[in-house]
């Protein structure tokens, strides 16, 4: 079984940064892609970042050039560092780690507010 814990979560206000750990039970390199995910309020689950095992990374339109994404193989942990945080980024952030097509992991989550 895998599991996935995430931490660094907050209240921050607008402008601020947050960085945001995923430590994985297992070894990453038993994943293919890793992926920070997020859901707010009402709205359904959306993909914030994602990288994949050869290290290639891909974000969502609204975080490019203020959220990077990164893979610690050694560490087993993920991170996503936030930048300029927006009010619009309140939501609960999740990580997922994909193993095959058909089997991926995702963790209990953590909560980022962003104040105005």
């Known amino acids: 079984q895998v599991q996935l814990v995430e931490s660094g979560g907050g209240l921050v206000q607008a402008g601020g940064s947050l960085r945001l750990s995923c430590a994985a039970s297992?070894?990453?390199?038993?994943?293919?892609?890793m992926g920070w995910y997020r859901q707010a309020p009402g709205k359904q689950r959306e993909m914030v970042a994602t990288?994949?095992?050869?290290?290639?990374?891909n974000y969502l339109d609204s975080v490019k050039g203020r959220f990077t994404i990164s893979r610690h193989n050694a560490e087993n942990t993920v991170y996503l560092q936030m930048n300029g945080l927006k009010p619009e980024d309140t939501a609960v952030y999740y990580c997922?780690?994909?193993?095959?097509?058909?089997?991926?992991?995702w963790g209990q989550g953590t909560q980022v507010t962003v104040s105005s």
């Open positions: 997922k780690a994909t193993q095959t097509t058909w089997i991926s992991y």
């Open positions: 297992r070894s990453l390199l038993m994943f293919g892609a």
């Open positions: 990288i994949s095992s050869g290290g290639n990374t």
